[in-house]
């Protein structure tokens, strides 16, 4: 069953994939006018502007220090860290990403560019789903991007 749900999964990954490629996403603001952060109203669109080639930053919001204290360790993988993340203003849970960045010639390197779009356009276009994790916002700093992701306890 779990080798059946996995095939399913990559099956999903790969016709998302195919059906993402070339497609452009937006960035939705919050009513105060922010862009990207967990609360927004509907469904959260986190964009890359100007495409993925000479980046020196993805454009998210920088503020994640200040909306959010880092919890418990809870994994880690081949590009980054997961913690649990508490909402200052809410007191409510997520997890976060920290995938820290990779930089070449002091731009983005076009594969990390990459990555972190497929992952954020994946959260984008599935939205809220009963078999993935909700992305609910996307931050940076010069150091690292982290991904506030949907707590699955």
Same mark, same amino acid.
């Given at each position: 069953?779990?080798?059946?749900?996995?095939?399913?999964?990559? !099956?999903?990954?790969?016709?998302?994939? $195919?059906?993402?490629?070339?497609?452009?996403?937006?960035?939705?603001?919050?009513?105060?006018?922010?862009?990207? %952060?967990?609360?927004?109203?509907?469904?959260?669109?986190?964009?890359?502007?100007?495409?993925?080639?000479?980046? =020196? &930053?993805?454009?998210?919001?920088?503020?994640?220090?200040? #909306?959010? =204290?880092?919890?418990?360790? /809870?994994?880690?993988?081949?590009? %980054?860290?997961?913690?649990?993340?508490?909402?200052?203003?809410?007191?409510? $849970?997520?997890?976060? $990403?920290?995938?820290?960045? #990779?930089?070449?010639?002091?731009?983005?390197? &076009?594969?990390?560019?990459?990555?972190?779009?497929?992952?954020?356009?994946?959260?984008?276009?599935?939205?809220?789903?009963?078999?993935?994790?909700? /992305?609910?916002?996307?931050?940076?700093?010069?150091?690292?991007?982290?991904?506030?992701?949907? !707590?699955?306890?």
């Amino acid at each position: 069953q779990a080798i059946h749900r996995c095939r399913q999964t990559r !099956l999903l990954n790969a016709a998302l994939s $195919k059906r993402l490629a070339g497609s452009s996403v937006r960035v939705a603001s919050t009513s105060d006018g922010s862009s990207s %952060g967990a609360r927004s109203s509907g469904s959260p669109k986190f964009a890359i502007p100007g495409g993925s080639s000479h980046l =020196t &930053h993805f454009g998210f919001a920088s503020d994640f220090k200040e #909306k959010f =204290t880092l919890g418990e360790y /809870l994994g880690s993988g081949t590009f %980054g860290t997961v913690h649990v993340c508490i909402e200052n203003a809410t007191g409510d $849970k997520y997890a976060v $990403k920290t995938i820290p960045k #990779k930089k070449f010639g002091g731009y983005l390197e &076009h594969h990390f560019v990459k990555r972190v779009q497929h992952e954020v356009d994946m959260g984008n276009h599935l939205g809220r789903s009963l078999n993935v994790a909700s /992305l609910y916002g996307a931050y940076e700093d010069s150091a690292a991007v982290d991904l506030v992701i949907e !707590l699955c306890t």
